[in-house]
């Protein structure tokens, strides 16, 4: 009997794009803290975590709808105008903050529901769809508070509670950034939905082959329509997590932040054409740009060179995607 041997498969995947993308994030914190030692500070990690916690959570809910296929340019502006909404009914309606909380989520919802609607049973483009409600979204928020910024609750007042949720302040001022625990929970929570339950399995189906899908059993266009819904929730907690590291939120801004949700998650893994990503590999990219944005202006670079060299990271990413798709061809 010939003697077989084994092998032992290795824990890590060095090949795994999530892999390379966290080696990258050591990577640039050992650069921008050789190069500059006020990147080491500890107030420059609760800016780079205070930063990211509204992108990381947009990119949650936005790998679904890219793993269809589709994309929700809408996340961007939403989040400013859902947190305008709840934030407007707090203070001129003397909302309790939890029913504003509830009211900025569920207006994420239902633009999500609006969303996938389109895409779904209408069979309009998702780029389409999602570039007209970022433009509602944005005009809407600006009618409901008049042109004016809204101001949450600070932690002095009634009601402020909601902004330690993401961040306490010690007695001596020092900040601990606890928001990064609640974004791995909810990292965990949307893994878990992605690999092991229907929705998950078949929003990747639908990207790998929507008629396929069709065919087999699966109701397209109700996993279709709760891929948008989500990524229009995770806009709306999102909205939650800014209306609480930010001091004022103002009307017509959100632009932008969209595309660094969606470069995160693409940075991350998650395919260009849909079908394959998974959120741990979203909140990597999201640290990749956040870690980026923080570090450059350290070394000189302002925002023009963040704007390039974010481009070009991006356009990394889509290489790499299309060249695993030409070798799994």
Excluded at 23 to 52: E, G, H, N, Q, W
Excluded at 149 to 178: H, M, V, Y
Excluded at 280 to 307: D, E, H, R, Y
Aim: aromatic share 10%.
């Amino acid at each position: 009997m010939a003697n077989q041997t084994t092998k032992k498969k290795s824990p890590i995947n060095f090949g795994d794009q999530r892999f390379i993308v966290f080696l990258v994030i050591v990577a640039m914190c050992i650069f921008f803290a050789l190069m500059s030692p006020s990147f080491r500070k500890y107030t420059t990690l609760v800016s780079i975590l205070d930063y990211s916690y509204y992108i990381a959570l947009m990119s949650i809910g936005v790998t679904f709808p890219l793993i269809t296929g589709g994309v929700d340019l809408s996340i961007g502006t939403g989040l400013i105008c859902y947190s305008l909404i709840g934030g407007f009914m707090v203070t001129h309606y003397n909302w309790p903050v939890v029913a504003g909380i509830l009211l900025t989520v569920l207006s994420g919802a239902l633009i999500g529901l609006l969303n996938g609607s389109l895409v779904a049973i209408m069979d309009i483009p998702p780029f389409l769809v999602t570039l007209c409600t970022c433009m509602i979204t944005r005009g809407l928020g600006s009618i409901v508070v008049g042109g004016f910024g809204i101001t949450w609750p600070n932690a002095s007042q009634p009601g402020g509670w909601f902004r330690s949720i993401f961040k306490i302040t010690l007695e001596d001022n020092t900040k601990i950034p606890i928001g990064i625990i609640w974004v791995i929970l909810l990292v965990l929570l949307m893994s878990y939905v992605l690999n092991h339950t229907k929705v998950g399995r078949y929003t990747i189906s639908i990207g790998s082959n929507k008629e396929a899908a069709r065919l087999s059993g699966v109701n397209v266009r109700l996993y279709h329509i709760i891929a948008y819904m989500i990524s229009g929730v995770f806009a709306g907690l999102a909205a939650i997590a800014y209306s609480a590291v930010f001091a004022t939120v103002q009307p017509g801004t959100g632009a932008g932040f969209e595309l660094e949700a969606i470069g995160g998650a693409i940075i991350g893994g998650v395919s260009a054409s849909g079908g394959y990503g998974s959120v741990t590999g979203s909140l990597l990219g999201v640290f990749v740009i956040c870690i980026m944005k923080t570090g450059l202006p350290f070394i000189g670079l302002q925002a023009n060179w963040q704007q390039i060299i974010t481009g070009l990271v991006l356009i990394g990413a889509v290489l790499i995607d299309v060249i695993k798709k030409k070798r799994i061809g």
